[in-house]
Antibody, heavy 118, light 111 residues
Framework: QVQLVESGGGLVKPGGSLRLSCAAS????????MSWIRQAPGKGLEWVSY????????NYADSVKGRFTISRDNAKNSLYLQMNSLRAEDTAVYYC???????????WGQGTMVTVSS | QSVLTQPPSVSGAPGQRVTISCTGS?????????VHWYQQLPGTAPKLLIY???SRPSGVPDRFSGSKSGTSASLAITGLQAEDEADYYC???????????FGTGTKVTVL
């Protein structure tokens, strides 16, 4: 079945780094734009970054620009988010999501928790 | 910070109709970008409910409907059921931010 599974979350100190992964299955991964979306505890959804199907285009929310890098490996059906210079305000559940042709997120992973604390 | 504004909460009795508004601006909804809606049950990932302003993915009951006009959009739930108690978010694209934006979120309570 169509599925996204995130991994790589955990506890990290302020200023530290973490790399999230998202494994896709059940669909042709290389056909779709993908995004990372996060949700701080008790808060709403915040789009973080997207990457085009061939990695030609990427974009980031201002809150993470210059610190986070999105990438993908279509041969491995995998999406990544490299997070550097982490701050307390980056604490959130991070979801990967498939971007359908209407720019809606039609498939979501279960999320991975990132906690930035000393 | 969200650029799409939703009411924090709405409530209704079982069987009633409730609506959730999503107010944007000329750089997102008013610019013609599609609005999508998501339902998030407690402790779970969001689920796409409405895409392209008015379309429902397969499996979403027709009790859920979307509309869009000017710089705003709305989600209507008719025949409210206990299982509809959840958080709902609108989403669109913003040209000034060159990125996607979500609404502030609305908690629906079934009385």
């Amino acid at each position: 079945q169509v599925q996204l599974v995130e991994s790589g979350g955990g506890l990290v100190k302020p200023g530290g780094s973490l790399r999230l992964s998202c494994a896709a299955s059940g669909f042709t991964f290389s056909d779709y734009y993908m995004s990372w979306i996060r949700q701080a505890p008790g808060k709403g959804l915040e789009w973080v970054s997207y990457i085009s199907s061939s990695s030609s285009y990427t974009n980031y929310a201002d809150s993470v620009k210059g610190r986070f890098t999105i990438s993908r490996d279509n041969a491995k059906n995998s999406l990544y988010l490299q997070m550097n210079s982490l701050r307390a305000e980056d604490t959130a559940v991070y979801y990967c999501a498939r971007d359908n042709s209407n720019s809606a997120f039609d498939i979501w992973g279960q999320g991975t928790m990132v906690t930035v604390s000393s | 910070q969200s650029v799409l504004t939703q009411p924090p909460s709405v409530s209704g009795a079982p069987g009633q109709r409730v609506t959730i508004s999503c107010t944007g601006s000329s750089s997102n909804i008013g610019a013609g970008y599609d609005v999508h809606w998501y339902q998030q049950l407690p402790g779970t990932a969001p689920k796409l409910l409405i895409y392209g302003n008015t379309s429902r993915p397969s499996g979403v009951p027709d009790r859920f409907s979307g509309s869009k006009s000017g710089t705003s959009a709305s989600l209507a739930i008719t025949g409210l059921q206990a299982e509809d108690e959840a958080d709902y978010y609108c989403q669109s694209y913003d040209s000034s931010l060159s990125g996607y934006v979500f609404g502030t979120g609305t908690k629906v309570t079934v009385l």
